[in-house]
Each structure stands twice: as C-alpha cells, then as structure tokens.
C-alpha cells in the first residue's frame, strides 16, 4: 500500500483513492489500445468515447435536459472571468456582480473590461473581510442586466450560497461554481451558464467544465475569437484545439465515482455530515476556536477558523497536523488561520481524525 495522508488542500485537492487506482491500472495500456490515455489522439474513437461519457454523466448527475451543453476548457475559472462577458456583453452590455471575495473580485475585473458592471452587493466588511453571502433583499438587480454573476462558494472566505439567489425576468442567473460543483444537486433552470476548474472537486488541473445552455448561447456574440466563443466552443465540442485529454479522462472517472456512491444527493448528506463534525467541533470551544463565519453561510467545502487569533498555536497546530497525517490545514496568506477543505473526495474517516485531532491538540495546549 502507498502512504497515504488525509489532504486538506484547497486545489489541487484530493481525489478519491479508486479514481487514482484506476488510472494507474490504466496508465501504460488504455483498455487495450496500447498506450496511455495520454498518448490517444484527441480525435481518435478512443479518446472521443472518453469525452462523450464524461459529459454525458455530468448531465446525469445534475439532471440537466438537452438544452445544455458541456464544454471542457483550458485555463481554469480565472480565464473564465473574461471569456464570459466577453461573449455576452459586447463593450456596453450591462451584467451584475455580486462581491464576496477574493474570486469574484477577480471575475468583477475580468468583466468591467467588457461591459457596464454594477455591483449588486458588496460582502467587504470594514476590516476588508468576507463574512457572510447576502440574502436575497439585500441584492440590487439591474432588470436590463443580461446576467447575475454569483461565485457559489468561496474558497478562501469559507462562505457558500445556501439559497441561490432569484433574478428579475430574462436576468440569467451565472456562477463561478469552481469550489463546489456537484456538492449536491440544485435546479439549473434559473442558469445561463457556470463553470468549474476541476482541481477543487472534480478532477485534477488543467481542464474548466463550462455548462452553457442553448438559450444563453443566443445572446453570445459572434464576434469573438474562436477559442473564447462559447459559440464556436459548442459547435467544435471543445475539440478546437487539443482538449486537456488526460484531466478529462481523470474527471470522467471521478464522476463515474461520484454516481457509483449513490450521486448527488448521497454525496450532499456526506458533505453535510463531514462540515457539521467540524463545525460541532468548532462551536464546543467558542473562545479557543474562532469560527469568523456568520452560521448561515458557513460553507460546506472550506471550513476556516482561527485559534484565539494566536498565529504561534497556528503554527504549532499545523506542523503537529502534518507529523499526524493531515495535511493542508493552512489558511489563505489572505486571511491567515486555518483551513480545512473537505471536498467530495475527503473521506468522513478524515474528517473524525482531524476532529480528534483537534481536541488532543486543544486539551495539550490549552
Ligand atoms: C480556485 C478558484 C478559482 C480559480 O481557479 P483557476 O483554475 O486557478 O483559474 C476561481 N474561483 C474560485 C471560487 C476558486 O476557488
């Protein structure tokens, strides 16, 4: 058996042991072809097979109807921050950000140098902190905006949309999804498109699942560039170019996986188990623990804390962590702290040594 250790990394993240099992079998013959996935021709039968399941259980995952379409691109999230209203906005478009981070700061830029942007909520407390996502008053929609962009879950803050927002009629409602695509299932019919880079919960890096629907394809435009127009995108089915083969190959097998433990709503009751050990954890030492978080919108994915704002026990719970076989637990350099990222991938068993961890750690230096 390799050596193994629980990694609470924010992406690349963990992947599911079978999956990387399976690879391996597969590495140096890819069912009989003899060669790796990796030396396939991206339009070859072989590879294309690959391609087609891969999109064809994350519709099945997500119940997703024919209207949509599963784009695999290169560039991860952030090259989806421009890509977006550079296909829908057209210099004066009007879309609507909502501000809770570090990553829709980014998508926020990555829009203004397309179109009217207008911040629909602003996060940002005054000490520059993300505390909480905004309830659905709070949100101020422009009724001419062609999109609501949203990032589901956000990585660093900790912070995740329980209740995803509502638009105003022919608003799309769109969502930066990187950190917690298929956590669970939701209802895609208030959706235009979202996009996830795999390396946080399906897959390695490398490749971005993009999900456009036909309708919101009708408001691209034509007049960008062929390896940014979702347009162009659809009709090559990402093979314009030489797809990320092997990371897609990768997320085909963790979606195989993902269906195989029950799909999305096994995995959402999973997730949710593994957060609220934590979180239980958490709140049974309010003045040891700091859980900066307001509870209703604490994330399920990336759980952050401090220890009585001490950065010295920080360092000492880290480094005692690691020796112990968990790794990763280190917060953004943004925010400081630490966190625990417990994507799809992590096993309920990780997270109950961390919490045993915990309290030995907290018993010791108290
Ligand atoms: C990691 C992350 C990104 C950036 O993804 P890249 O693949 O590195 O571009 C964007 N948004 C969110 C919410 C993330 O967690």
Redesign the pocket.
Known sequence: MAHRVYCFNP?PAQLPLPVLEEVQAEMLDYKGTGMSVMELSHRGPDYLAIHEEAKTLFKELLGLGDNWNILFLPG????QFFHLPYNVLNGNGKADYVHTGK?SD?AIKGAKLFGDIHIAHNAKNADGKFLYVPSQDQLDIRPDAKYLHI?T???IAGTQWMNLPTTPNNVWLVA?M??DLLWRKFDAEPFGMFYA?A??NLGP?GV?VVAVRNEFLEICSDDVPDMVSYKVQVSKDSLLNTAPTFPIYVVGKVLKWLKDLGGLDAMEKRNRDKAQLLYDALDAKPDYWIAPVRKDSRSCMNVVWRIRNDETLEKKFIAEAKTAGLVGLKGHRSVGGLRASIYNAMEPAGVEKLVEFMSAFAKANP
């Open positions: 992406g991860g999230s952030s090259t990553w980014g990032t879950n956000n990585t930066d990187c950190s880079s390396q946080k890096s971005t």
